[in-house]
């Protein structure tokens, strides 16, 4: 990839890197932009969609298996993007939890197959593509057959006129008030859906909330309550057989008795064969592990010989316990979770009326707030729609609309909305005595084409997208309105990276740099190629010839090399 040199003609952001793999007829291309303004241009046919096609591909576009070559099984595409300042795509990525760019380089790929599913990555990480169209409204604009949408749209065309009046503070005002409002009403219908509680049923819950607290539950708690529960099932039986063992152990004729005597004997052993010490010391300790053993098992049976009143006590409680279980969910947590829970409703039913009251007067306070806020965005959005429609149509009367007209109505909405209290449309007419009718409603790709042209001239400063694309600006003109095509696409490529199909040669001459789309066939096969003319004049005076209809025709040739000196 080459260092482009004019890079500071358009700081916004540009392609500087595209390379395309097996993309319908285009085996492989690998090209290095540069800032200003491209012309693409080719025989018709040739294939010169091909490099718009990529484009749209890395912006999210669908693009079905029809577009994959016969040079594999899938096609590929990727660039590399450069932006001065990439603050805002970094935002973006980062709320995706997608890298960063470095240095403010953005690299794009994503592979189309036959039979495997579309894959895209953004910065070498893995995205979706919902993620890649969404992305690509950042960098780059279509204008042309086959994206007329955006220009169509009631929002796309407010934003537009938005962008064009600045950033005055207002909107964002408005937004905040709107986004608080929203809220207080979300909180209110959310009340309404509230059914008030009765008395009885109020007192239920209090009695139910009664019933938790008086066993007062906790982790620690409920673990002793159910030690407590197995030894009271078992105290009886605990005590009797702890006593019988104690008794075995210590009790007369016990183990200890015959212990202790054996103890004696091992003492008297040992003073006469002083090698057996210790057994006699093992011996002794067998007595003091024994003696151990029998007032333990004594405490034990003292202490599980529960009264009947503790063992109803404690039965009782694990029988409370185990109803909340059943009510509730087994455990703590879900336990207290309803406890709180059915506090939580006591608490509403006892603030609702109060509570709704204020949210009522806030709504109200806020929808007070908006109306001034609204007005204001009203009025400056008046005067830009004149200044816009004022400098669209002098720019429409050099593009071949000597009588065109290009209106922008503003309507107030009666209702609060995400639009800041007003709609606009943008209406067309192309000739005297023809009404002006929605964009929408214009018949020739051509047309809208040269009225986007317009509007994106008149925006050029305020317009943060960098990269823009145009096909068919220049369809059904010529000559000087040509000439005018490829003076206002000029410039644009002040501010904006500029790519334009164009098959006017007016057009071509004004660009920075050439590609040439060609289509070569043989008996088997049909390809196409892309290459760089700009640097070769020869080439380009050759290819502009064609387009004046004769690249073999001296006249053509000398008005080529006449166009190109204009443009220098």
């Keep these: 990839m080459e260092n482009f040199s004019g890079y500071a003609k358009n700081s916004g952001g540009m392609i500087e890197f595209l390379k395309i793999e097996n993309l319908a007829l285009l085996e492989r291309a690998e090209i290095d932009f540069r800032a200003g303004f491209t012309a693409v241009t080719g025989e018709t046919g040739a294939g010169k969609s091909v490099l718009l096609g990529a484009l749209s591909m890395l912006a999210g576009a669908k693009v079905g298996r029809e577009a994959v070559g016969p040079h594999a099984d899938c096609c590929r595409a990727e660039a590399v993007l450069r932006f001065g300042d990439s603050s805002k795509i970094d935002a973006l990525l980062e709320s995706a939890g997608l890298p960063p760019c470095e240095d403010g380089a953005l690299l794009i790929s994503r592979s189309v197959g036959v039979s495997k599913p579309s894959r895209a990555f953004v910065n070498s990480s893995p995205a979706p593509l919902s993620f890649l169209a969404r992305l690509g409204g950042y960098w780059i604009d279509f204008h042309g057959p086959g994206e007329p949408q955006k220009l169509f749209s009631r929002r796309s065309q407010l934003e537009m006129l938005d962008t064009f009046a600045g950033d005055s503070g207002e909107i964002a005002e408005y937004m905040r008030l709107y986004s608080e409002r929203r809220e207080a009403l979300a909180q209110l219908e959310e009340l309404s859906r509230t059914r008030s509680l009765g008395a009885d049923e109020i007192e239920f819950l209090r009695s139910r909330i009664a019933a938790i607290d008086a066993l007062d539950p906790t982790e620690e708690g409920i673990a002793q309550l159910e030690e407590k529960s197995k030894l009271a099932e078992a105290a009886s039986d605990i005590a009797e057989k702890s006593a019988a063992a104690a008794g075995a152990l210590g009790g007369e004729g016990g183990a200890l008795e015959s212990v202790a005597a054996a103890a004696k004997l091992a003492d008297e052993v040992a003073r006469l064969c002083p090698s057996s010490a210790p057994l006699a010391e093992r011996v002794r300790a067998a007595s003091v592990e024994l003696s151990d053993i029998s007032s333990e098992y004594e405490a034990l049976a003292r202490s599980s010989d529960m009264d009947e009143a503790e063992i109803e006590e404690v039965r009782a409680r694990m029988t409370d316990w185990l109803g909340l279980c059943r009510k509730y969910g087994r455990g703590v947590p879900?336990?207290?979770?309803?406890?709180?829970?059915?506090?939580?409703?006591?608490?509403?039913?006892?603030?609702?009326?109060?509570?709704?009251?204020?949210?009522?007067?806030?709504a109200a306070d806020l929808l007070s707030g908006l109306s001034p806020v609204a007005e204001k965005i009203f009025r400056l959005r008046s005067r830009a729609a004149r200044k816009l429609a004022d400098a669209a149509s002098k720019t429409l009367l050099g593009l071949g609309f000597k009588n065109a007209r290009l209106d922008i109505g503003l309507m107030r909405l009666p209702e609060p909305s995400p639009d800041c209290g007003s709609s606009c449309e943008f209406s067309f007419s192309a000739n005297p005595g023809q009404p002006l009718l929605p964009l929408a409603k214009i018949a020739s790709s051509g047309e809208l084409a040269r009225v986007m042209l317009a509007l994106k001239t008149a925006l050029a400063e305020a317009d943060s997208t960098p990269i823009l694309v145009f096909d068919e600006v220049d369809a059904n003109v010529g000559g000087e309105v040509g000439a005018e095509v490829g003076k206002q696409l000029a410039r644009l490529s002040k501010r904006h990276q500029?790519?334009?199909?164009t098959h006017l040669p007016q057009v071509a001459a004004r660009a920075d740099s050439h590609f040439l789309v060609e289509k070569s066939q043989t008996k088997t096969s049909t390809s196409v190629s892309i290459s760089r003319i700009d640097s070769d004049v020869g080439l380009r005076v050759s290819e502009l010839a064609r387009m004046l209809g004769d690249r073999n025709s001296e006249?053509?040739?000398?008005?080529?090399?006449?166009l190109l000196d204009k443009k220098f």
Excluded: P
Excluded at 555 to 562: E, F, L, M, T, V
């Design 334 to 362: 879900q336990v207290l979770a309803a406890r709180e829970e059915m506090a939580r409703k006591i608490e509403t039913q006892s603030d609702v009326r109060a509570t709704i009251a204020g949210l009522e007067k806030r």
């Design 555 to 562: 006249s053509a040739i000398a008005h080529a090399q006449k």
């Design 498 to 501: 500029v790519f334009c199909v």
